[in-house]
């Protein structure tokens, strides 16, 4: 049996799409659904080649437990991976799925996380704190932002010369190398 993935994201998804290339011939890992808060988000689109489902889902729906639940469990999930989501998972979705929520921060966490950190806002605060290395962080996901167990992290030397916008293309490089073999260790597949 091939180990069930759900993808939650808000925004570009690049991640996403990179996650659903690289296992889209693989017959251990299948990518199921792709839960979106965002009815304006680039990674819905980049789902259509894969012919992977998106749920578009509101702060009510999210909030309506039971019904969210049976949802998710619909595709009987091995592994639910956050890909630049953007909302807090609520204590009954982490107790449902006990270190099987991953997410991935672009910052050498503990440094540079919590609400409000995402995106350029990481990056822009690490070039103001003169941080002599950056990196990404791919964690297990609790009720606090940013805060669960490490599972993973790769880091790079943050150069005198490096923008915001160098930042954020080192990150996406290093993201699009390790996260996909993340989450095949996790599964174990
Ligand atoms: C990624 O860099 C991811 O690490 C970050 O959002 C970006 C999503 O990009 N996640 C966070 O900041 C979570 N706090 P993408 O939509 O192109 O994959």
Request: aromatic share 12%; proline share 7%; glycine share 6%.
């Amino acid at each position: 049996m091939p180990k069930h993935v759900i993808i939650f994201a808000s925004g570009t998804g690049s991640n996403a799409e990179n996650i659903c290339k690289v296992f889209e011939h693989n017959p251990n890992i299948q990518v199921k659904a792709l839960f979106c808060n965002n009815p304006n988000a680039g990674v819905i689109n980049k789902m259509k080649p894969f012919g992977v489902p998106v749920y578009l889902f509101n702060k009510a729906d999210f909030e309506n437990e039971a019904s969210f639940l049976e949802q998710i469990q619909s595709y009987e999930p091995d592994l639910i991976v956050l890909a630049g989501f953007l909302w807090l998972i609520p204590a009954y979705l982490v107790n449902a799925f006990p270190r099987k929520i991953i997410n991935i921060h672009p910052a050498l966490l503990p440094k540079f996380g919590g609400k409000g950190m995402y995106g350029h806002h990481v990056h822009h605060a690490v070039i103001e704190a003169k941080e002599k290395e950056h990196g990404i962080t791919i964690h297990f996901v609790t009720e606090k932002y940013d805060e669960g167990p490490p599972i993973f992290q790769a880091r790079f030397d943050v150069q005198d010369t490096d923008t915001e916008a160098d930042l954020a293309r080192k990150i996406s490089k290093l993201e699009m190398q390790y996260f996909p073999e993340a989450i095949r260790r996790v599964l174990g597949a």
